[in-house]
């Protein structure tokens, strides 16, 4: 199994794919990401393969055709750290994407193997289910994507905003050991957007077995996380959001909070 890595987007870049997450770039069986920026009218043209995908968009509004489905301008943000929840769009595998920028837009492709062929569908900010998580200096928002109770085969997908000076994935806990209901297995893949974006969020991922790395993503940035405990503090200054992708043995989420840790789980 492979270590952590922390990858940097191309700062360069204005539009197309700014970062890529993969097997290649990442040693991840399972998980996989893809950060696209558009202008308006540009066109972004894929297809899932063998994959199953989760499109989310973060900020902007587009015209969507994914296999025989069309949806036109769909998206709810025009600014990500405004707190709403997003659109996003289901795709099992085999299925075309064809989307077209209305307005300036950032999106994320997620991915995991795919098994079944389903149709298509939008998920609109009503089915995104909210959680409010953490007490204190670990409160932080959670929507639900795309979590157990929904149709799909390997995926699992959420958002965390996280506001300046708190902790989040807190208390520290890990998901890399099929043992339910104490723990499943689980890759993990964070996106990182920060607020205001010149700044940074830290994270530390580290093991039983004594694997202990510490990095500073700054916005548009991953870190991967095979195995191991993974908090995230975010600094007095930064509003940090995540995307969280996972993807592994089953689409139960269970997982194993650090028992040296004398918080209070959340």
């Known amino acids: 199994m492979s270590a952590a890595v922390l990858l940097r987007a191309d700062t360069q870049a204005s539009s197309g794919c700014l970062l890529r997450v993969d097997g290649a770039t990442s040693g991840l069986r399972s ?30 509004r587009a015209d ?3 296999g025989d489905s069309a949806w036109a301008d769909v998206g709810a943000r025009q600014q990500l750290f405004d707190g709403g929840k997003p659109h996003a769009l289901y795709l099992s595998l085999n299925t075309s994407l064809s989307l077209v920028a209305r307005t300036p837009l950032e999106l994320a ?43 799909a085969d390997s ?12 902790w989040s ?27 205001p974006p010149q700044g940074f969020a830290l994270q530390r991922v580290y093991s039983d077995e004594g694997e202990d790395q510490c990095f ?12 191991g405990y993974h908090p995230v503090a975010a600094p007095p200054d930064y509003q940090v959001y995540y995307l969280n992708v996972m993807a592994g043995t089953s689409r ?8 040296r840790t004398p918080a209070k789980p959340a």
């Open 216 to 227: 500073s993503p700054g916005n548009n940035d991953a870190v991967t996380v095979p195995r």
């Open 155 to 166: 995926l699992l997908i959420t958002e965390v905003f996280t506001p300046a000076g708190h």
């Open 109 to 151: 492709i997620c991915t995991a193997p795919g098994r079944l062929q389903r149709p298509p569908r939008l998920i609109t900010p009503a089915q995104v289910t909210l959680d409010e998580r953490g007490e204190g200096v670990c409160r932080r928002r959670v929507h639900k994507i795309l979590w157990e109770q929904d149709e």
């Open 64 to 66: 969507v055709q994914a």
């Open 169 to 195: 994935s807190y208390p520290p806990h890990k998901h890399d050991r099929d043992a339910p209901p104490e723990e499943s297995s689980l890759e993990e893949i964070y996106f990182f957007k920060i607020d």
């Open 252 to 259: 139960q989420w269970h997982i194993y909070y650090d028992p």
């Open 31 to 60: 998980t996989g990401l893809a950060f696209y920026r558009l202008e308006v009218g540009e066109r972004l043209a894929w297809s899932s393969a063998e994959h199953e995908a989760c499109v989310v968009l973060f900020s902007g």
